[in-house]
């Protein structure tokens, strides 16, 4: 039986495990990718973990989500990344840049590499036959020393275009109508792999903005085969030598199969507050729209912005909206600026703003209350543009600029008939994509060989190897569903010390009991009891580390959300399980002892273990982990397992 893309990929790429849906497989990692709000605990990570130097082809640190400094911690984060890629081998691209995914697409996405990223839209370079995924910070971290990444293995659906877009209808149509198809969940454990006829009718940045939001549908992964496109997107970039071909086998099987045909697309929009609330732009024309942005990493690119640059020339927005273009990278700005693009929509109206996330995750340009803004971006989450009653629409860049000439939400092939001159811009390329590389600093351009860290930057705390013995008190006693939320507060407050364990610690689970992290202090740590669905939520990895910081060993729950077990076993806290009749006997200050050898037991792969309370009766706990997650338990965590694999212990 033939192979799928992603199947050829995995295969190349397999360490452990085989490639049945559902079983975990190790891959290896070619390239790894972190931005600067989570790169600062990877980083510490890999410090933590005593190696030289990073071991995969590629590792780019990029400054993208927090480049506007309004005090000196996001600096001093900056600072220390840019000394970290260069005392470990990694590529820097310093703030103002770009965003990562724009950047890594410019420079390193290579056909048939698998990636890891600490950013949730990781898949965009699927556009060019990578197969990206997005994890967690640790993830990256041991990926980036030399071990496997392991993962279920996905499910793999082909996604079958025929036809051509017809003019007006976008990239960003495609991704539109499959999350008006298939909701935001649709995508969840699955790979989207594109084949079809009207694969090579779009072009790579096409295909990015389209890998880009399958994150949106919930997917692991998305990803395109290369051909002739590929090949010339890549020598436009100065890159032909990164190119090979990679697609599925003629007789490859999928797991199910979803036909879009191209033709029948028009312009779509996501109305708040939901990227799955898709419709036709014609069914909510006549919506006053406030402001207008053009950018972010799904269409932030020169070819994203110069339609919309097109649509401008020559006019001027309305004077009812204000129209931003933050270009996805420096080098779309430096080139938008060398074609003579940027005066051009300067002089129609528009405000230019550096290349930076930014406005994405609410750092500037947020949108006055009660108004209606229209965005190119991806996500349109309530609160998430910086006002809790926003009411943000995402739509393609020829539909803003539509929008912001018009002053109301219009289809651009209606405001063509009003005007009478006004053309499809259409999607082009520019003949080279000559952008400087003047603020990517490469190992070899290294300008640091040690760490600097500011006063806001603290060491990561590890864990001791599993005991014999484990004994604690029960500091307390919860309910069914606590969120990583209430484990480890996102405030703004709280979250400035995401590079600071033993501030950030000082916030744990004070949402519930404000005493708790100086009990925990006194107490020299203890153990944790909890209902169902314990830590729901984010995949925050802060949640299972500022406990371990705290001293807690171990969480006895009724049943555990599953990221957050896994991070439990990722910083060597013993997740057990309890029956409900056992959660209702146990109080708070009660004193709870494993009755067996807790080391001799995670590593023999016992199950059950005995629990004495206060001495006066016990209960039977139950540890459900593989034989990685006991590995990495009984070693106190996945640094330390990591660092042992690493150097053949
Ligand atoms: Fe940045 Fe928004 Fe993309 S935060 S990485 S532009 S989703």
Request: glycine residues 10%; aromatic residues 6%; hydrophobic residues 35%.
């Amino acid at each position: 039986m033939g192979q799928t893309l992603t199947e050829k990929i995995l295969d190349d790429h397999l360490v452990e495990g085989e490639l049945e849906t559902g079983e975990e497989i190790g891959i290896e990692i070619d390239q790894v990718l972190t931005q600067d709000t989570t790169g600062t605990m990877v980083w510490l990570q890999f410090e933590a973990m005593g190696l030289d130097e990073v071991q995969t082809e590629i590792a780019a640190q990029y400054c993208d989500h927090q480049t506007y400094q309004f005090d000196f911690k996001n600096t001093d984060d900056h600072r220390f990344l840019r000394s970290a890629a260069g005392t470990y081998g990694a590529h820097f691209s310093r703030p103002g840049n770009g965003i990562c995914h724009n950047v890594h697409k410019e420079n390193f996405a290579a056909p048939g590499k698998t990636m890891l990223g600490s950013d949730s839209h990781t898949p965009t370079p699927g556009g060019l036959g990578e197969l990206a995924i997005g994890a967690g910070g640790i993830d990256v971290t041991v990926a980036m020393g030399g071990a496997p990444y392991y993962i279920e293995m996905p499910e793999v659906v082909n996604v079958r275009l025929e036809g051509e877009l017809p003019e007006w209808a976008t990239a960003k149509d495609v991704i539109l109508e499959m999350l008006r198809r298939l909701s935001v969940k649709g995508g969840v454990g699955k790979v989207l792999e594109y084949t079809g006829p009207g694969v090579e009718t779009l072009s790579v940045p096409e295909r990015t903005t389209i890998t880009n939001m399958g994150t949106e549908l919930g997917a692991t992964s998305s990803i395109f085969p290369t051909d002739e496109k590929t090949k010339d997107y890549l020598a436009r970039q100065g890159r032909e030598e990164d190119f090979v071909e990679v697609g599925p086998d003629e007789d490859a099987e999928y797991d199910d199969e979803i036909v879009v045909d191209l033709s029948d697309l028009e312009p779509l929009i996501a109305e708040p507050s939901m990227p799955d609330n898709v419709v036709p732009v014609r069914e909510v024309e006549g919506v006053e729209v406030s402001q207008v942005m053009i950018g972010s990493c799904t269409n932030g690119g020169y070819e994203d912005i110069l339609p919309a640059a097109k649509m401008l020339e020559g006019r001027e927005i309305n004077k009812k909206t204000e129209m931003i273009v933050a270009p996805g990278s420096k080098q779309a700005s430096e080139m938008l600026a060398r074609d003579g693009w940027v005066a051009e929509m300067m002089a129609a109206g528009v405000n230019f703003s550096e290349a930076t996330c930014g406005a994405c995750i609410g750092i500037g340009h947020v949108p006055a209350s009660d108004s209606v803004s229209l965005r190119t971006f991806n996500r349109n989450f309530e609160g998430r543009s910086g006002i809790d009653d926003d009411s943000v629409y995402l739509c393609s860049p020829e539909v803003a600029a539509a929008a912001a000439l018009k002053g109301e939400i219009v289809d651009p092939r209606d405001l063509a008939d009003e005007l009478g001159d006004l053309e499809d811009p259409g999607f082009e390329l520019p003949d080279e994509y000559d952008g400087s590389k003047a603020d990517l600093i490469s190992p070899d351009e290294a300008v640091d060989d040690e760490l600097v860290k500011g006063p806001n930057i603290k060491d990561v705390p590890l864990k001791d190897a599993l005991d014999a013995e484990l004994s604690g008190e029960n500091l307390l006693k919860m309910e069914d569903n606590i969120t990583t939320d209430h484990i480890t507060p996102a405030n703004a407050d709280a979250l400035m010390y995401r590079s600071n364990i033993p501030e950030y610690a000082k916030f744990t689970l004070t949402r519930i009991d404000e005493t708790f992290p100086e009990r925990a202090e006194a107490a020299d740590g203890g153990v944790l009891v909890a209902g169902e669905n314990y830590g729901q939520g984010s995949s925050r990895e802060h949640a299972a580390m500022c406990p371990m910081y705290l001293g807690i060993d171990a969480v006895f729950a009724q049943s555990f959300a599953r990221i957050h077990k896994a991070n439990l076993f990722n910083f060597g806290i013993v997740p057990f399980i309890i029956d409900e009749d056992t959660y209702a006997k146990i109080d708070q200050g009660d004193e709870l002892t494993v009755v067996d050898d807790i080391r001799e037991g995670v590593e023999s792969g016992q199950e059950e273990f005995t629990v004495s309370v206060n001495g006066d009766w016990e209960f039977t706990a139950t540890l459900d982990a593989s034989e990685r997650e006991r590995d990495m338990l009984a070693v106190g965590g996945k640094l330390p397992w990591t660092k042992q694999r690493a150097q053949g212990g």
